[in-house]
């Protein structure tokens, strides 16, 4: 690795905590709940704490952060967390996996599997879901259950999902610049051979039969919005149940840009997990 690569993804994964503040607008529910509980999870990679907004139902939502594999912090994520297990009533399980510099492809792949398989044995129904590279990390979690026949997840939520790791970047204009997209795939996906795999990059998988029924959002000026258009596409000429969503005229930060559409989204998304846990 680069020593500038690692200095600048040491750097973003350090100040996390500091610098990201989307969402704070978005508190529309949950903000009296109490502090979550903290876990520890054993994986294949070693244990990883999992976060968890105790609800009143039997079913869970298992969410992995975004942060381009970059940023460990699970709490960037706190406000949907909240607003999940308020509205719903059920778990949510918010994953604290490693990520890079100290790590690289597959680990938080691998890590986010485990942690959710661990919530599938302990709720009768689980969906998971994420956003941006959580959201490929919801894909990528989803695929392994079914090859590895370790648990049916019973709804993926895939919010401006980051699916694919191999093509060629555009550097055209956008929030999600191709520096960074560069970047990430030089520190987290540093050997080309693997950034193909259907683990690193879902949308270039050869098969989506017999995944579970999806969410998936996109924002009309995204540069991620092809990977979320193209993989629902695929996911329904496999015979996959999808809805789709695109947010109109925003970029990648799609809620926080429209927080009045974010509430008819967000209750959206929320009845969605809730009725797909639930089997209604």
Known sequence: MRLDDRLHATLMHATARWTVRYGENLRFAGSDLPKPRVRKVDTRHGKVPVHVYAGSERGAYVHFHGGAWLMRHPGMDDWWCRYVAATTGLTVVNIDFRTGPYVAYPVAQHQCHDAAAWAAGEFDRVAVGGFSSGGGLAAAVCLQARDAGSFRPVLQVLGVPALDMASD????????????????????????????????????????????????????????????????????????????????????????????????????????????????
Request: hydrophobic letters at 45%; a neutral charge.
């Open 169 to 280: 970047l555009d550097d055209g204009p956008g929030m999600i610049s191709a520096g960074l997209r560069r970047l990430v795939r030089r520190v987290y996906f540093p050997d080309p051979a693997t950034r193909a795999d259907a683990y690193a990059s879902p949308v270039l998988a050869p098969d989506l039969t017999g995944l579970p029924p999806a969410v998936v959002l996109t924002a009309e000026r995204d540069v991620l919005r092809p990977d979320g258009d193209r993989y629902a596409a695929r996911l329904r000429e496999a015979g996959v149940p999808v809805r789709h969503d695109l947010t109109p005229n925003v970029d990648h930060y799609f809620l926080t840009e429209n927080p009045e559409r974010a509430r008819a989204t967000m209750a959206m998304v929320a009845a969605a997990i809730r009725d797909a846990v639930a089997d209604r």
